[in-house]
């Protein structure tokens, strides 16, 4: 019987990273994607507001470069000169004709650093790390195939009942082209952890900015008829969640999307739920990160013993070791962990020990996870209201692997397909499926097996139509 334990919520559209605190890690929670992944403004947001005077632009200004400058986890800044960075932008900053453009030039020195992770939120930009939210209009869109794709609709959304499915590409956002504007957000975000970050960070906040609570959308539908329709933004509520389900001959599948207290309870009832399954697929293909601690809790699941997971490193070369604890209940069978290029922070760090110890084999729908490894020890409150964060430590497996610019390569590739998403495939999911049970029958012989699941002809040839989905 399938089992559900999970926390509702909205998918996430945000990036996760580690933040230190006495010792302990806590999340970060950045909006608009996967960041710069800044948090999104309200559409009742007042018009922002200039520092009063040019002391005082200035004075903000000097305090986000010398919080850098003595903070930052890289004494080296990642090959950027930080001195020069603030001869370039300081008289930018002189001369910012309000609020937001103030905040603008100073995330575009951030953006030099190369860092998904370092941010600054404006006053006006709602923010707060246990509860995180962003600007949504009800779809989620990536690149596949080489083409902005819709891979997700919220149901019952304005969206949803305007007709847009998973699968439909995204040709025009407010009038422009998505490949132009995709590329303007490039240039404001700057660089970022990885190119694969970078574009995904463009891609989350392809709906979030412009002139009002709505965005015109043209996108084109199965049949390559373009269709035009406006959505309102809306601000929405992010939360983790365990699903847990069975699938066919006994293999167990829990999705989790975030690492927080709150999601530790409920994968404690699915792995007992699950205990007696012939094997586990877990999926992190959503999941941000978020509480190092939770992470330690659900990696102690498939460890007998007490495992090195890593360790952070402070600019002095502190380092503060994290291993895993002690369950009640060990789960012993074959393990399959599903990644993508969100798949960040903490999720890394569970992927990345499952895949060092050879205790699951990594599928990822992407060449790489997202490479976005970092911890933040506090959040600084800016003189007029704003806040910074400093990535001011780094990261390393157990193996001495560095994830932040890297990220984790899975064992095996399965790219997303447009045509899979029209007609509700999951097909990374039937493959690794596929892959775990003759990975069960077979056990390391499968290795040698050819990786595919065999579909009817017709299938392969024009894809599933919905009597097959109706059969099924």
């Known amino acids: 019987m399938p089992i559900l334990r999970y926390k509702s919520g909205h998918r996430s559209i945000a990036l996760t990273f580690l933040v230190l605190v006495d010792n302990t890690f806590w999340p970060f929670w950045l909006l ?186 043209v996108y084109a539908d199965d049949k390559h008829t373009s269709h035009q329709v406006t959505l309102q933004r809306k601000l929405v509520e992010f939360r983790r969640r365990v699903t847990a389900r069975q699938l066919a001959h006994r293999i167990g599948y829990i999705e989790i999307t975030g690492f927080a207290p709150e999601i530790e309870n409920d994968f404690d009832l699915a792995m007992e739920e699950l205990q007696n399954t012939r094997g586990l697929i877990l999926d992190l293909r959503n999941n941000g990160g978020g509480f190092v601690n939770t992470v330690l809790q659900i990696a102690s699941y498939f460890f007998q013993e007490q495992t090195d997971l890593g360790e952070f490193i402070t600019r002095d070369r502190r380092v503060t070791k994290r291993y895993t604890g002690v369950v009640r209940q060990l789960y012993r069978a074959p393990v399959i962990v599903l990644v993508s290029a969100r798949s960040a922070s903490g999720a890394e760090i569970l992927a990345a020990a499952m895949q060092e110890y050879q205790r699951a084999f990594v599928v990822g729908v992407h060449a790489s996870t997202c490479g ?36 984790i390569r899975p064992d095996k590739v399965v790219p997303l397909k447009a045509v899979d998403l029209l007609h509700e495939i999951d097909q990374p999911l039937l493959l690794t499926t596929d892959y775990l049970e003759r990975q069960i029958v077979f056990g390391n012989r499968h290795a040698k097996m050819d990786f595919s699941i065999k579909l009817p002809r017709e299938i392969q040839i024009e894809g599933i139509n919905q009597s097959d989905l109706r059969e099924r």
């Open 372 to 407: 976005c490894l970092l911890g933040v020890s506090q959040t600084i409150r800016l003189s007029d209201g704003g806040r910074l964060n400093v990535s001011d430590t780094d990261f390393r497996t157990s193996k001495g692997r560095r994830i932040e610019g890297l990220g």
């Open 32 to 217: 608009w994607l996967f960041l710069p992944f800044l948090p999104s403004l309200s559409a009742q947001t007042p018009a922002p507001t200039l520092p009063s005077t040019r002391q005082e632009r200035l004075h903000i200004f000097d305090q986000v470069w010398r919080t850098i400058s003595e903070n930052y986890h890289d004494e080296k800044f990642n090959g950027v000169d930080w001195r020069a960075q603030r001869q370039i932008f300081r008289p930018l900053a002189e001369q910012a004709e309000n609020r937001a453009a103030l905040y603008e030039v100073m995330r575009r020195m951030l953006g030099t650093l190369g860092d998904a992770h370092t941010r600054i939120f404006s006053p006006e930009e709602s923010f707060d790390r246990h509860q995180p939210s962003g600007i949504s209009v009800g779809l989620l869109v990536r690149p596949i195939e080489g083409q902005p794709t819709v891979t997700w609709v919220e149901p019952g959304s304005a969206a949803a009942l305007a007709g847009i499915r998973p699968g439909y590409r995204i040709l025009a956002v407010d009038g422009q082209p998505t490949g132009l504007v995709l590329e303007r957000l490039r240039r404001e975000i700057g660089a970022s952890s990885t190119s694969l970050a970078l574009e995904l960070q463009s891609y989350d906040r392809l709906f979030q900015s412009g002139p009002s609570g709505h965005v015109s959308i």
